[in-house]
């Protein structure tokens, strides 16, 4: 079984870029496909000499459609979408990729019931049955209306283990807690109302 890791970065400064270099060699080896997604941020020959997949975004699209643009890339059977501000603690990546399921693994620092913004599985059929991420939501809530859309077919697996070191890039952004959030959550809300999100 393949598995691509699809890692988003907003490099607006070094430490964010070393936070990303850091999560992907954490991840290196128990890849068969790293594909970084930059959205505007740093161009980083380090990460680009890292990954298999380097993509440069020249305009901010924000969150949502930069894991979007490197999951249309990815080939394996299963896709992992990483958050930049993770590393791998311990286990083995391929416990995560369950045919049929949607799988995120224990955060050792952060409890999750559910989905995992930061860190989750989906497969290849999964991705193309129930589509990526909504990007009507630029930087929020997309992974909590995916979590409601594969709700019936996650599993979690605690096996595997990561560390989150939280919102590194949205504070660094100055969105968190603004504007940018408001307005995502208040997309959220009335793509419920219309019945296009649970």
Known sequence: MKLS???????????????????????????????????????????????????????????????????????????????????????????LCIPGKVTSPAIVNQYIDL??????????????????LMEEMKTYSSDSEYEQRVKDIFQRVDSVQIYHEQAQTVKAAGVEGGAEQQRDREIYQKLKEEGKAK
Do not use: H
């Open 5 to 95: 890791i699809v890692i988003p970065t907003y490099t607006l400064n070094k430490d964010l870029e070393e936070l990303a270099i850091r999560c992907l060699i954490s991840y290196r080896n128990q890849a068969d496909e790293i594909i970084v997604t930059e959205d505007a941020g740093l161009f980083s020959p380090e990460l680009m000499k890292l990954a298999d997949t380097y993509i440069y975004n020249n305009t901010n699209g924000g969150f949502t459609k930069n894991v979007n643009n490197g999951w249309r890339y990815s080939t394996g059977d299963f896709t992992a979408i990483v958050n930049s501000d993770t590393e791998l603690k311990s286990g083995n990546l391929q416990d």
């Open 115 to 132: 989905l995992a913004g930061p860190f989750f599985v989906v497969p290849k059929e999964i991705k193309e049955s129930r589509g990526m």
